[in-house]
């Protein structure tokens, strides 16, 4: 299966780049997750992979072949939609059977494809079925093996489980992703949603207005995010902007009110403007008075097994913390807490001429 | 694997290269422009080459221009007319067969589509004897009506019978799109239903009605043939004309006196470009003009929603149908069992109903295999400004009157010199330029509502462009593709106007109709009317099987 190398690609459509300079490298049978918010560009890198928008600049390579100008039908790489777009006219077998019989393969090998596919996705049973007498799990397995009977080599999956319910969703995550992996296909997966990311990939590059700001595996760009962009599009943050008071194995941080913080370690200079970034999990509230931050809670969202506490700070805005359920009625409204986080959760970035604000903005 | 396969695998890999399709598009584009359009509106290019002419033979001589515009006055007048009457009678008539259900809507959604496949020759014929004084010559059956005397009247009242289908068609297809939620929010916030009707469903009405009116419009505007039976079939026409029978009958005098073609072209020129001009108006200022629909009048407005008055409001809609569209339509069937037989030679009727047949088959499959290709394009590139504009220019042959069409399309291609004008050729290809838009506009229009991404899908899946084609949307667009090519078909067959407005003397079944009315051959008139409108059937109950065929494999 190939390994997928984007070189420099640029798209625009009109004033909008949907790519500006997308670089990332897809290993051979990876699950690689891309990530971003709605408009950041995936489905275009998912297209231009796929070849079916032209890139204005920069190229494709397949196993270090340049790939850029060869038409989709000829590169192996399936794209499946979010809708599946399965043939509303044709029956399960008759979708799975599309590619062999596009390709003319010889009768008996187009019969044990089939027979194979839809064993693997368990549809065997239904295979006189058309499309809109399927359940939409069964839509999504339908098209998945006529992706991989065509003779597949890439799968892209542009939101593959966004059609589907809840439950459902999540457990197919795992069902995707080992498939692919089974089969060792190269897989890039679109998705705007950061647990499915989370759980299912191998790696994940989370783009940004048409470009990769980070690429690396789950834990690496949870744990260690290179941009408050990362790090809030990752497991909600909270942000702070000072300048940097003290620099030893630690980072001390003054804002504007004179509150200090300590963060973990950083390649910042004495002085330097910065924004510290905590993950609300790591964000820790008390009703003791010796946390760096004092705030009144404004509200407390209950979300099943954890619970959100949102702290008004004053002059800095809303803190959250999420909170074991278990520790519900220790905060009520109104309460006067302190906010406090071990430094080395706390993330320094370096914010240069940028404000805060231009670098969290989702859009 | 035997080698005839591996020749059209190599077929196939060849119209799939790059190279081809770019050069296929260009092709189709091109013939569009160069087929289609340029001669629809050559004549336009007379205003600059042929103006001492035009001066000389009708500016100043104010009989003529007299003569011209009472013609294209009454042309518009009764276009715009008949363009009111069918909305206000169209829209019930469009809500009864979206909205309601009763037994027998399918029989009256049959009936609608009625007049659309009996020749307007045909239709004004019957329409004349049953609304017109007719001459005593004729004979026309004792309860045939025989009352109006009004020339203008009956020609409003015929366009009406044949635009009142498009208008219903074009309206129901809209309000199937809209919504019936919108209407349920709007009521359960405290507005009766036509309160909610009016203020909600009819603002999103306007592509629908938009296009309604431009079919209804141009069909009005352009009808010749039907409009010149009618006329010589009422006792005193008193030398009334439209437009289009002005060219119809000075271009049948111009075979042996040329003079008159700076009136002919003088004609046309202004029957397109106050087409054009309309066309651009309706476009651009419809679709955005705010129509007073805040206002709201509560307590009339809910009286008027229960009750009596909708019941009475479908009643009169049905009435209307029966009264106005089919009595009409069809009064030549028992105008024929009343007559008493005459005999006459049927070789020429025959002879030109086998040519027009001919012409219509050739005429379609042109439009098949040309236009498809350009609505793909439109469809599909939907970003691009060419595809924008052809999408535009795709409009331009339909609401041109098709006499004007026919008459420049003649010039231009008897002023150029690379091809031969033979008159069948220039037949075919007036022809095509008037049916070419109707297969574009509902191809395209299918097209458009089918997501892209199933051909997408399919290239990624191996599938080359004509593979994604013919496999996956050709099934999904194949209702539209037969409904565009009959319609297409049956206006080839039925068009008189362009037909003489071409070439003089060539006689297709519509023209012969024309003749045999003019020489108060009544009767044979009417069988050939008969025989006309029974092809034009079978044609259509071909395409309602195979339609329904195919929505029974899904």
């Given at each position: 299966m190939p390994e997928i190398k984007l070189e420099g690609i640029r798209k625009h459509y009109g004033s909008i780049k949907a790519a500006d300079g997308l670089e990332f490298t897809v290993k051979d049978g990876e699950y690689l997750c891309l990530l971003g918010p709605t408009g950041a560009g995936k489905t275009t890198a998912l297209r231009i992979i796929a070849g079916l928008t032209e890139p204005d600049s920069g190229k494709v390579f397949f196993d270090g072949r340049d790939v850029t100008d060869i038409e989709p039908e000829d590169r192996k790489a399936v794209l499946l939609s979010q809708?599946?777009?399965?043939?509303?006219?044709?029956?399960?077998?008759?979708?799975?059977?599309?590619?062999?019989?596009?390709?003319?393969?010889?009768?008996?090998?187009?019969v044990k494809t089939l027979a194979n596919m839809l064993d693997l996705v368990r549809l065997t049973r239904r295979s006189d079925a058309y499309p809109k007498e399927l359940s939409g799990g069964m839509q999504q397995r339908t098209a998945l093996a006529?992706?991989?009977?065509?003779?597949?080599?890439?799968?892209?999956?542009?939101?593959?489980?966004?059609?589907?319910?809840?439950?459902?969703?999540?457990?197919?995550?795992?069902?995707?992703?080992?498939?692919?992996?089974?089969?060792?296909?190269?897989?890039?997966?679109?998705?705007?949603?950061?647990?499915?990311?989370?759980?299912?990939?191998?790696?994940?590059?989370?783009?940004?207005?048409?470009?990769?700001?980070?690429?690396?595996?789950?834990?690496?760009?949870?744990?260690r995010p290179i941009s408050p962009f990362v790090a809030n599009f990752l497991g909600q943050s909270n942000f702070l902007q000072g300048s940097v008071t003290h620099v030893d194995g630690m980072t001390e941080v003054r804002d504007e009110q004179g509150r200090t913080v300590a963060a973990g370690t950083a390649n910042v200079e004495v002085g330097e403007r910065v924004a510290v970034g905590i993950k609300v999990g790591n964000t820790e509230i008390t009703k003791e008075r010796y946390g760096y931050l004092q705030g009144i809670v404004e509200r407390t969202?209950?979300?099943?097994?954890?619970?959100?506490?949102?702290?008004?700070?004053?002059?800095?805005?809303?803190?959250?913390?999420?909170?074991?359920a278990g520790r519900s009625r220790?905060?009520?409204?109104?309460?006067?807490?302190?906010?406090?986080?071990?430094?080395e959760k706390a993330t320094v970035f370096r914010l240069k001429d940028r404000s805060l604000d231009d670098e969290l903005r989702v859009e | 694997m035997g080698p005839p396969m591996k020749r059209t695998e190599r077929l196939v890999n060849f119209v799939s290269g790059r190279k081809f399709r770019k050069s296929w598009y260009a092709f189709i584009i091109a013939f569009f422009l160069i087929f289609v359009i340029l001669p629809t509106i050559y004549v336009l290019t007379?205003?600059?080459?042929?103006?001492?002419?035009?001066?000389?033979?009708?500016?100043?001589?104010?009989?003529?221009?007299?003569?011209?515009?009472?013609?294209?006055?009454?042309?518009?007048e009764i276009a715009a007319i008949v363009t009111i009457v069918d909305f206000v009678v169209g829209l019930p008539m469009a809500w009864m067969l979206v909205r309601k259900k009763f037994r027998g809507k399918n029989f009256l959604d049959t009936l609608i589509d009625m007049p659309l496949v009996v020749p307007t020759a045909a239709l004004g014929f019957s329409s004349a004897i049953f609304w017109a004084a007719t001459p005593s010559a004729m004979n026309a059956p004792p309860f045939a009506l025989g009352a109006i005397t009004s020339p203008m009247l009956l020609i409003i009242l015929l366009h009406i019978?044949?635009?009142?289908?498009?208008?219903?068609?074009?309206?129901?297809?809209?309000?199937?799109?809209?919504?019936?939620?919108?209407?349920?929010?709007?009521?359960?916030?405290?507005?009766?239903?036509?309160?909610?009707?009016?203020?909600?469903?009819?603002?999103?009405?306007?592509?629908?009605?938009?296009?309604?009116?431009?079919?209804?419009?141009?069909?009005?505007?352009?009808?010749?043939?039907?409009?010149?039976?009618?006329?010589?079939?009422?006792?005193?026409?008193?030398?009334?004309?439209?437009?289009?029978?002005?060219?119809?009958?000075?271009?049948?005098?111009?075979?042996?006196?040329?003079?008159?073609?700076?009136?002919?072209?003088?004609?046309?020129?202004?029957?397109?470009?106050?087409?054009?001009?309309?066309?651009?108006?309706?476009?651009?200022?419809?679709?955005?003009?705010?129509?007073?629909?805040?206002?709201?009048?509560?307590?009339?407005?809910?009286?008027?929603?229960?009750?009596?008055?909708?019941?009475?409001?479908?009643?009169?809609?049905?009435?209307?149908?029966?009264?106005?569209?089919?009595?009409?339509?069809?009064?030549?069937?028992?105008?024929?069992?009343?007559?008493?037989?005459?005999?006459?030679?049927w070789a020429p009727f025959l002879n030109s109903l086998g040519y027009s047949f001919a012409i219509a088959v050739i005429v379609t499959v042109i439009d098949l295999a040309l236009g498809i290709p350009l609505a793909l394009y439109i469809a599909r590139n939907p970003s691009k400004k060419i595809s924008h504009s052809l999408d535009i220019l795709v409009n331009v042959p339909l609401i041109v009157p098709t006499?004007?069409?026919?008459?420049?399309?003649?010039?231009?291609?008897?002023?150029?010199?690379?091809?031969?004008?033979?008159?069948?050729?220039?037949?075919?290809?007036?022809?095509?330029?008037f049916t070419y838009p109707l297969v574009v506009r509902n191809v395209t229009g299918a097209m458009e509502e089918i997501d892209p991404s199933y051909e997408e899908t399919a290239r990624t899946l191996g599938a080359k462009p004509i593979q994604g084609f013919r496999r996956?949307?050709?099934?999904?667009?194949?209702?539209?593709?037969?409904?565009?090519?009959?319609?297409?078909?049956?206006?080839?067959?039925?068009?008189?106007?362009?037909?003489?407005?071409?070439?003089?003397?060539?006689?297709?079944?519509?023209?012969?109709?024309?003749?045999?009315?003019?020489?108060?051959?009544?009767?044979?008139?009417?069988?050939?009317?008969?025989?006309?409108?029974?092809?034009?059937?079978?044609?259509?109950?071909?395409?309602?099987?195979?339609?329904?065929?195919?929505?029974?494999?899904?």
């Open positions: 809708t599946y777009s399965l043939f509303p006219h044709m029956t399960v077998a008759e979708n799975v059977l599309f590619g062999p019989n596009i390709r003319n393969w010889p009768e008996e090998v187009r006529r992706a991989l009977a065509s003779g597949a080599e890439v799968l892209l999956l542009d939101e593959p489980l966004r059609a589907l319910d809840a439950r459902l969703r999540i457990s197919l995550r795992y069902e995707l992703r080992s498939l692919a992996k089974s089969l060792g296909i190269t897989t890039i997966h679109v998705t705007h949603d950061q647990d499915e990311a989370l759980v299912m990939a191998d790696r994940i590059a989370v783009i940004r207005k048409g470009k990769v700001q980070q690429i690396g595996t789950p834990i690496e760009v949870f744990e969202l209950f979300e099943g097994r954890n619970i959100f506490v949102d702290v008004m700070v004053a002059g800095l805005g809303r803190f959250s913390s999420r909170i074991p220790e905060f009520s409204v109104g309460d006067k807490v302190s906010i406090k986080w071990s430094p | 007379y205003t600059y080459t042929q103006w001492n002419a035009i001066q000389s033979n009708v500016l100043d001589n104010k009989e003529t221009v007299d003569m011209i515009l009472g013609a294209i006055a009454a042309s518009f019978v044949f635009s009142y289908p498009y208008m219903v068609r074009s309206l129901a297809a809209i309000l199937e799109q809209i919504d019936e939620t919108y209407e349920i929010a709007g009521q359960t916030l405290g507005a009766s239903k036509l309160t909610a009707v009016r203020t909600i469903t009819l603002p999103l009405f306007r592509a629908g009605l938009v296009t309604g009116i431009i079919l209804c419009f141009s069909r009005s505007l352009s009808e010749t043939g039907g409009t010149m039976i009618a006329l010589s079939t009422m006792a005193n026409s008193a030398g009334f004309n439209t437009g289009p029978t002005l060219i119809g009958t000075w271009k049948k005098l111009s075979g042996s006196n040329p003079d008159l073609i700076p009136q002919l072209a003088f004609v046309s020129i202004l029957l397109i470009i106050i087409a054009l001009v309309l066309l651009v108006i309706l476009k651009l200022v419809v679709m955005k003009v705010r129509l007073p629909m805040g206002k709201v009048w509560p307590t009339p407005e809910k009286i008027l929603s229960r009750g009596l008055v909708p019941k009475m409001k479908d009643g009169s809609t049905v009435l209307f149908l029966a009264v106005f569209i089919l009595i009409p339509s069809f009064f030549i069937f028992s105008f024929v069992a009343t007559s008493s037989a005459a005999v006459g030679d006499a004007a069409l026919g008459f420049s399309l003649g010039q231009f291609w008897t002023d150029q010199t690379l091809i031969p004008s033979v008159p069948t050729l220039l037949i075919i290809l007036a022809h095509v330029a996956v949307l050709y099934p999904m667009i194949k209702s539209s593709i037969l409904a565009g090519s009959i319609m297409a078909f049956t206006r080839s067959l039925g068009e008189t106007g362009a037909t003489q407005s071409v070439v003089s003397d060539v006689i297709t079944a519509p023209v012969y109709i024309v003749q045999l009315v003019n020489t108060n051959q009544y009767y044979l008139a009417g069988l050939a009317c008969i025989i006309l409108i029974i092809v034009s059937y079978a044609a259509m109950l071909l395409l309602r099987y195979l339609t329904r065929k195919k929505q029974g494999a899904l």
